[in-house]
């Protein structure tokens, strides 16, 4: 399964809208085919970052419709500590 680091942007006029849908849950929880492993969010409340496992990357598309009305957002593919040490290793440089 691969990892996508979804970074998302929220301008202060569409801040209600995002607090109903989350309150509401369903636009919040990973779709089927993906798994959720986090989400976080800056104090100020504009900016957040969720990770999502899955090896459709079509799914998180889908998933983000939900929300593309009242926010911008990026996709950016991630790995985590243990394999990006491996590739250090595997290159000589750890």
């Known amino acids: 399964m691969a990892c996508y680091m979804v ?3 929220l301008s202060g006029a569409n801040r209600n809208e995002a607090i109903k849908r989350f309150t509401e849950g369903s636009a919040m929880q990973a779709p089927q085919g993906a798994k959720d ?3 976080w969010h ?3 409340g ?3 970052w969720a990770v999502v496992e899955t090896d459709d990357p079509k799914i998180i598309a889908d998933w983000l419709l ?3 009305d009242i926010m911008s957002y ?3 593919p991630v790995i ?3 394999e990006f040490g491996s590739l250090v290793q595997k290159h000589g440089l750890g």
Request: hydrophobic share 25%; net charge negative; glycine share 14%.
């Open 46 to 48: 504009h900016t957040g």
């Open 37 to 39: 492993l986090g989400r």
């Open 74 to 76: 990026e996709v950016e």
């Open 42 to 44: 800056a104090a100020n």
């Open 7 to 9: 970074t998302y942007q």
């Open 66 to 68: 939900h929300w593309t």
């Open 80 to 82: 985590g500590d243990e």
